[in-house]
């Protein structure tokens, strides 16, 4: 069974540091995941995605990720934080080759944003 | 092009009473997933339909049900509510070539929040 574990479920960095969301996925099978973000009261916006192209993923808003095999991690990144960028992050897994309608999310966490 | 919208955007209902939620997906985009969260579980896959069939089913009571008709708009009820099921409901829309496909990405609407009392 697939699976995403954050850790962390509220991360607080200051505006301009650098902001690293940890996200590791079990799947027995290579693995597409995502990044979401979701923003008070609203729905789910995707940051980005893995589907076995590029290790390092880029996304909007200057987040990016590396999907490390090795590892099963594909943590998030921004080099450098904006108050907007405080918000809730999921991370999330889908399986190739699937009906992959199903994603299956993390936890979540919470990004704060010290001025 | 519009993104998926859904109807009601706030609803409060009392326990014991039925509820009908609706997600319009955006236009071309035949499949439809629905994903309750809450503070407690967190989001959860409740069902997806794909040509008006239900494709995929979660782990949730058949008080639970949805439909999708012919446009792919989409509905999903919830029968004799409980105070358990307040949370905000999201409903996302994919473009699916086949029944079965490998993955595509899903776009969310902005949810229905719904408070049972």
């Known amino acids: 069974a697939q699976s995403v574990t954050q850790l962390g479920s509220h991360v607080s960095v200051s505006e301009g540091a650098l902001v690293l969301l940890r996200c590791n996925y079990s799947s027995s099978v290579p693995p597409y995941l995502f990044w979401y973000v979701q923003y008070p009261n609203q729905g789910l916006q995707l940051l980005l995605k893995?589907?076995?192209?590029?290790?390092l993923v880029k996304g909007i808003n200057g987040f990016e990720a590396e999907f490390k095999k090795s590892e099963t991690s594909f943590h998030l990144t921004k080099p450098s934080a904006h108050m907007s960028d405080a918000a809730e992050y999921f991370c999330a897994v889908s399986v190739s080759g699937s009906s992959a309608s199903k994603i299956i999310f993390g936890s979540g966490t919470r990004l704060s944003i010290r001025p | 092009k519009a993104g998926v919208t859904q109807t009601p955007r706030y609803l409060i209902k009392t326990r014991g009473q039925q509820v009908t939620l609706s997600c319009s997906p955006i236009?071309?985009?035949?499949?439809v997933s629905w994903y309750q969260q809450t503070p407690g579980q967190g989001l959860q896959f409740l069902f997806e339909y794909f040509s008006e069939t239900q494709r995929n089913k979660g782990n949730f009571p058949g008080r639970f049900s949805g439909r999708q008709f012919s446009n792919s708009r989409s509905e999903m009820n919830v029968s004799t509510l409980e105070l358990g099921d307040s949370a905000l409901y999201l409903c996302a829309s994919s473009f699916s070539i086949r029944q079965t496909s490998s993955y595509n990405e899903q776009f969310f609407g902005p949810g229905t929040r719904l408070t049972v009392l």
């Open positions: 236009s071309g985009h035949r499949s």
């Open positions: 893995y589907t076995s192209a590029a290790t």
